[in-house]
Structures are given as structure tokens and as C-alpha cells.
């Protein structure tokens, strides 16, 4: 996946309305790519067909059980995992973990925890799959981003090298490319949770990398500010 939206998903639950809502909630967070399932049987075929990124698996299926479902996927391919249960005793919550399950959410559920769950499973899925690959070069414009050694590429063949602080910004605005990152979430990115005091040197920050990204930094094309939330790495369409 070329960003965590960008992401295959493959829900299982018996219950189409929750299916319909679950559907029109993730794609209005920005996740494009969701196929459904309504039993086992037809998880095994999305699975094989779509090669998922993340599963959403209810436990209590027609055909069968998550539990095992998740077993008989998990062998075939290393997917993360979400449980999504009516079952909420600590039994079945711990055995659901223990058979590596990421995480494991009962019903009823507060629907923005379940987006913050499945972006935090899709961030760290993609932040391993970038330790273990090579990323692919970041296209803005006529410049060239190397996010593995941390080279800007000009048009007339110079290079600008990105600082830990700037490499680390725009990854995490890569991985959400095309979708705003808060101010918070960035600071966290680079400074970790106790980011408090680093506030106001981000601006300081973005405008560095303005400089080495953008062919006219006051005027950018691909690093925006959305004011007062955050910043947005723009798509080539939107540039």
C-alpha cells in the first residue's frame, strides 16, 4: 500500500446494516478499497481474491467461528486483525488476543474508536512493511524524495539532504498522503507523546522542508497548510 488509505480491507459480520454502516463510515474517512463478507465461506473467497491488508472479523458467524476463520486466514498470509464481537467476556477477548489478533473491540462500539483502532493497525502495518522494503521514491513535481536516505532530487541533478527532523515529518505526511495530519499527530511522530514545547518550532520545520520540496515555497504546490488543524501532503492531482 502506497498509504494507509490505500489500504485493502475485508470485513466479516453476519449483520448486513452493520456491514452497509461500517462500509460508508470507513470510505468517509478515506479508505477506498472494502469488500464484505456475510460468512466464512465468502471471507475465504475475498480473501483469496482481494489479499487483504486488515480483516474486521465478527466471531459468531453462520458457517462457523471467527476464532477459526482468523486461523485458517492467518496461515495462508500475515494480516493483521481486528475482532469486532458482541462477545465482551475477558475469556473470549483474551483467547481472540492470544491467537494474535491486533485488537479486539465489543459491541456496542463508539464508531470513531473503531477508526482510530483500524488507523493505528494500518500505521503500524505500513511503518514494518517500510522497515522491511525499501520505499519508493516520493514524485513531487519535477523533485525526487528518497524517504530511505533521506535525498531530495532536483531537476538539474543536485541533491538537498533531509535532516532526521524533516525525514520524519514527511514520512508521516507520505503516509497519509493526500489527507490532512494534525499538528498533534505530527508532533508525536517526531518527538514522541511528550511533544509538549515543540509546538512552535513545527512551523519552523515545515518551512525548511518547503524550501528543499517546493519549486516556490511561499507559494506551495504539494506541502499545505490547512489552517488551524495541520498539514496535507497533496496527491499530483491536487497539486
Known sequence: MDTVYDA?????????ELLA???????GAGYGHIRTAQSCAAARV?????????????I?????????LFRALRAKADVPALFLSARDADAD????????????????????ELLLRVQHILQRAYRAELSRTKPAPLQLGERCV???????????????????????????????????VTYDALCAAVWGADYYGYENSLGVHIRHLREKLEAEPGAPQFLRTVRG?????????EA
Not at 454502516?21 to 470510505?27: F, H, P, T
Not at 531530495?152 to 505526511?173: C, F, I, Y
Open 93 to 112: 477477548r483474551l483467547f481472540g488476543l492470544g491467537l494474535g489478533a491486533d485488537d479486539y473491540l465489543t459491541k456496542p462500539f463508539l464508531m470513531q
Open 8 to 16: 485493502k480491507l475485508l470485513i466479516v459480520d453476519d449483520n448486513a
Open 146 to 180: 528518497d524517504l530511505n536516505d533521506a535525498i531530495v532530487t532536483l531537476p538539474e541533478g543536485k541533491t538537498l539532504a533531509l535532516t532526521a527532523t524533516e525525514l520524519a515529518l514527511l514520512r508521516k505526511l507520505a503516509e497519509n498522503r493526500g489527507h490532512i
Open 60 to 68: 459468531n458467524l453462520p458457517d462457523g467461528d471467527g476464532f477459526s
Open 46 to 58: 475475498c480473501f483469496a481474491a482481494e489479499q487483504p491488508e486488515l480483516m474486521i472479523l465478527d
Open 21 to 27: 454502516l461500517l462500509c460508508e463510515q470507513l470510505r
Open 229 to 237: 488543524i495541520g498539514y496535507k501532503l497533496t496527491k499530483g492531482e
